[in-house]
């Protein structure tokens, strides 16, 4: 007869990790014609969104117009294609230009080539030992300052477009130079040009905060908001400057135009010597790179409720950055404008960003001599508002609500940002935070005294037994409570109860070990009890378990203060085999 019994269930077998797959193989599970349509519907209006700002960025950052082209092109496909993120658009992004103009200005654009390529190696290694996750640990004050100082930097730079200023020689990519020779080109405005922007800037304006007023109250002008405002004031602006003839400054005087096809493969010239001076800024854009797509893609999962996969995209930011380059393109990654008009409009899947940049090939291919037209002064005014939109300038209003380290941090990244550069405000502002956590951390470790309030068996015995109940983390930064401890010992025992301490050390085990030596010295027990799992191990590794007497180390506080007792009742020799050195 069969048991009745049925054989145990065998346990699931544990999921294998996946190094390499993109969102775009699990997205086009069960994929519909519908959500083709829309995501060819959403790929189209992100392409006509990324043409204007993809110029607009390359321009600023000291390149062609046709740089941020390439770039949207081929980043925007790669980063789509193998991304973690269903609906991340990748690019040319804002956050970019105060870097690669200076890489730009000190190297040149051969040796931004190889800045970008290595940038790209460094994502692929992030990705690739998944450190995706370790970028979400920057403090949110260190972002927010850099990211105002960039903003800032951003609108200062396209003074010198929105004026229409004649300056002698390449502009000063610092700040104090950027301003001096901003102030001596100021007479040299133009009229025409600062007319254009201003119309530009105040139609963005107005397209952005006026428009849903006014189409609440008139429905018949709901559809309106549905067009991007930054193409409907460039392409208004590029049509009445052709059509009126005003002498001001546009792509085809600068830059001769835009290519209508694509590079081929382009190899830099470039020396080993050189290179090695790279790396900090090829690790600048790569940390860059990797928090500002990482946000993008934090943000774009609250909006659509989904979870995107952080080493995945860090690869295909890596791949994208790469590649890029070697086709006449500039850094790429995430960006926040594009991706949330890419799920406002309806996308469901990576085909969207992928679309996104077959249209602006397809506008390259036909349309490229149109852009010759475009005025540079209204490129200027699209960055501006790109700019202030990029700023959370109300962090600087609710300051007031924060304590004064992170006032500190935030403002000393911001004002490092503008002035230095943003190396070193990100180097200040991660170390600021860092002894700002360590200080919190060690405020939270405290010793609390136990007496005959506690524990009734211990009346009378103030002198002869001293007990502590430990809280927090036993670090580097919490061991003056140990040597308080060790100042003021008392005659007999010592107990101290780890039950409330979640982690110790190297230097908190060096602490206690010291403390033992102390107590041996002065002929004091010292009796632990409550040792977690990760202090017990730290303590039998570093040989302090080892090193006291087995009766002293106690599960309970009760337990260690029977024992306390019972060593005043029994008074032996307190032996000091404290290691000498805690490794």
């Not at 973690?84 to 200076?102: D, L, M």
Request: aromatic share 8%.
């Amino acid at each position: 007869m069969a048991s009745s019994h049925h054989a145990p269930t065998p346990p699931a077998a544990p999921r294998k990790h996946r190094l390499f797959r993109p969102k775009l193989l699990d997205s086009l599970k069960g994929y519909q014609r519908t959500q083709l349509g829309a995501d060819i519907g959403a790929g189209i209006a992100v392409g006509l969104v990324a043409l204007p700002l993809a110029m607009a960025f390359a321009i600023a950052s000291g390149l062609g117009p046709q740089a941020g082209l390439f770039t949207a092109i081929i980043a925007g496909f790669l980063i789509s294609a193998l991304g973690g993120s269903r609906v991340q658009i990748g690019g040319p992004a804002g956050a970019f230009i105060v870097i690669v103009y200076g890489i730009v200005h000190r190297y040149g654009v051969a040796n931004l080539v190889i800045a970008t390529a290595m940038s790209g190696v460094l994502l692929l290694a992030m990705g690739f030992f998944r450190l995706g996750t370790l970028i979400r640990f920057i403090p949110v004050a260190v972002i927010i300052g850099f990211t105002n100082g960039i903003a800032v930097l951003i609108a200062l730079s396209q003074i010198k477009e929105f004026l229409g200023l004649q300056v002698q020689g390449a502009v000063p990519a610092d700040f104090f130079g950027l301003l001096r020779t901003l102030w001596q080109a100021l007479p040299t405005w133009n009229f025409l040009s600062a007319w254009v922007a201003m119309v530009c800037l105040v139609g963005l304006v107005c397209w952005q905060f006026v428009l849903p007023r006014v189409a609440a109250r008139w429905p018949v002008l709901a559809p309106l908001q549905r067009l991007p405002g930054s193409v409907i004031m460039l392409l208004s602006s590029t049509a009445w400057v052709a059509f009126i003839g005003w002498d001001v400054e546009t792509i085809g005087s600068r830059f001769g135009g835009i290519p209508s096809s694509l590079p081929g493969w382009q190899w830099p010239e470039f020396s080993w010597g050189t290179v090695r001076f790279l790396f900090v800024p090829a690790l600048t854009l790569a940390l860059l790179g990797a928090i500002e797509s990482l946000l993008c893609a934090r943000v774009a999962d609250s909006m659509i409720d989904d979870r995107h996969d952080p080493n995945q995209e860090l690869m295909a930011q890596g791949v994208a950055n790469l590649v890029t380059p070697f086709f006449g393109g500039m850094p790429a990654t995430g960006t926040i404008a594009r991706t949330m008009t890419n799920i406002r409009n309806g996308a469901t899947s990576p085909v969207a960003g992928m679309v996104h940049a077959v249209t602006l090939l397809a506008i390259v291919l036909l349309a490229a001599p149109l852009a010759a037209h475009i005025p540079l002064s209204a490129m200027a005014a699209i960055l501006m508002f790109v700019a202030w939109n990029m700023g959370e300038w109300r962090e600087f209003l609710h300051l007031r609500q924060y304590r004064m380290p992170y006032r500190l941090t935030l403002l000393s990244v911001f004002v490092l940002t503008v002035i230095v550069d943003l190396t070193a405000a990100v180097e200040v502002g991660l170390v600021a935070a860092c002894l700002t956590f360590i200080y919190r951390i060690s405020s939270l470790s405290r010793a609390d005294p136990v007496g005959a309030a506690d524990y009734p068996a211990l009346a009378g015995q103030e002198h002869s037994i001293h007990g502590y109940r430990l809280h927090g983390a036993l670090f580097f930064g919490a061991v003056k409570l140990l040597e308080d401890m060790a100042d003021h010992l008392p005659q007999r025992v010592l107990v101290l109860d780890f039950k409330n301490v979640l982690y110790v050390d190297s230097s908190g085990a060096d602490s206690l070990a010291d403390l033992l030596r102390a107590c041996g010295k002065h002929q004091v027990a010292l009796v632990i009890c409550g040792l977690a799992y990760q202090p017990l191990d730290i303590l039998q590794r570093c040989g302090i378990a080892q090193s006291m007497d087995p009766d002293n180390l106690c599960a309970t506080m009760p337990q260690a203060i029977g024992r306390a007792l019972a060593i005043l009742s029994h008074p032996t020799t307190v032996d000091d085999g404290a290691p000498s050195h805690v490794q």
